[in-house]
């Protein structure tokens, strides 16, 4: 009776000792959960603050794009009108009153009137006219565009490729490329770039440019674009 009672009291204490062990791996399994819990909980924080400051350093680098651009386009212009004024004559108007046929010794500010008085066409050239031509067809709106509809072939458009590089190029295709569900542009890029094609995907071409000068991105990579 001794050895068996002796036996069940080791058995209660190895099963109360297995209870213990058990219900200790159980604690720190809980807090092991917490602490995963808490820590998915601050990378998912992290995770937010990092797509919020991607998309503010996006809006500031657009707006620094489109604002380096508008003045170089506005420095453009004024060059372009400058010049178009020295050339119409209209900075010196005596010299254009000797060479006007009806001048006859009036003032200056009497050229225009005459030329209509004596039957003539103008022969000064229209400066709005004049810059588009020496512009040789250059887009003068900058845009940033939010849907394909807003798009063409042939915009000039500066993008995001996917090595995060910025390139600028112009647009050959629009539409699905492959399997996508969703609308591609195909870009000529205007420098050749590392790991780019010739206008094909997967196989299929899409347009033609020399091997490294093709890319294809979403709307979402399109920074600016020029009409």
């Not at 297995?18 to 819990?37: D, F, N, V, W």
């Not at 940033?144 to 995060?164: A, D, N, Y």
């Amino acid at each position: 009776m001794n050895g068996a009672s002796s036996e069940k009291c080791v058995q209660r204490e190895r099963t109360s000792a297995l209870h213990r062990t058990l219900l200790r791996a159980e604690g720190e399994i809980q807090e092991l959960k917490e602490e995963i819990s808490n820590q998915r909980a601050s990378w998912d924080m992290r995770f937010v603050e990092l797509r919020k400051r991607q998309h503010d350093l996006r809006e500031q680098l657009t707006s620094e794009i489109l604002g380096r651009s508008a003045r170089l386009y506005r420095d453009a212009d004024s060059e372009e009108a400058s010049e178009v004024f020295t050339e119409s004559g209209l900075e010196n108007g005596l010299s254009e009153e000797q060479r006007h046929p009806c001048s006859g010794g009036l003032k200056r500010t009497g050229v225009l009137r005459e030329d209509r008085l004596c039957g003539g066409q103008a022969s000064w050239p229209s400066v709005m006219d004049t810059r588009h031509r020496r512009s040789g067809g250059r887009p003068h709106r900058v845009f940033v565009p939010h849907s394909p509809l807003e798009l063409k072939i042939g915009h000039r458009v500066r993008i995001m490729l996917p090595s995060g590089r910025i390139r600028t190029g112009t647009i050959r295709y629009l539409g699905r490329v492959s399997n996508s569900s969703d609308c591609r542009l195909g870009v000529e890029l205007e420098a050749a770039e590392n790991g780019q094609h010739d206008g094909t995907c997967e196989g299929q071409r899409y347009f033609d440019c020399e091997a490294g000068h093709g890319a294809f991105v979403t709307v979402s990579k399109l920074l600016m674009a020029w009409e």
